[in-house]
């Protein structure tokens, strides 16, 4: 036999043998990904309004720390389970403090530095579950850096803008005005969300007078919709 066959035989060994050696890094992804995928799941039913249980919130949670236990390097997995954190303290099923939870969201910042729904999502969590609207609009106005018209941001700066406006700052209200503007030129779910929020935090009154002293116009169909939607006479 040759010295190429050998130099032949000798390379695929060392090929089988580092395929082997990725096997069980690719499976170990795989399982995380499955279990990432499941807890998902139950994050969007939940914010389609079905009921929650908490046998359902226990499931979830599981899932969601099996996939960051199996892989911390996915920003992904550190949100959602953020996200199935924060449903199991809102519903009362559990507590979290508040420094696993800027562990989690400032370490996917960190491995996705950007991506702006990752700066929305923190903003919405210091928010409303650690209580600081101020350092919330510090993420915002990062997450607006990366993406200026980042739907999630918006929609999470009205939220949050909304819920705390007697307290905001003037800058931060001047921001909320101003995502309030581009909220209603951008996408329906957008559109829908800027409705909703006006709806649930009693903000019609200062939207709808927002709106009536623009010095500028407002392109015809936004114009449009906001007299016939958002502000519509009853």
Known sequence: MSITFYSRQFLILLMLLGLGCLLPLVFNQGVASAYHFKSSYYLNAWEGKTTVDEVQYRDAYAAAMNAYERDNSSPHYRITLSKVMEWGVYLGFDSFSNDEFNRLLSGAIALRHNWPAAYSDYGFNLAFYQDKPDLAFDQFRIGLEYGPFAPEVIQQILSVGFAYWPTLTMDDKYLVF????????????????????????????LVCSYFDYLPEPLPENT?????????KKT
């Not at 329906?188 to 935090?201: A, D, F, P, Q, S």
């Not at 114009?223 to 502000?231: D, E, G, K, R, V």
């Open 178 to 205: 101003d995502s309030i503007k581009l909220a209603s030129t951008m996408d329906h779910t957008t559109r829908n969300h800027l409705v909703k929020v006006v709806g649930l935090y009693d903000k019609k009154s």
């Open 223 to 231: 114009a449009n919709w906001i007299a016939h939607s958002l502000c």
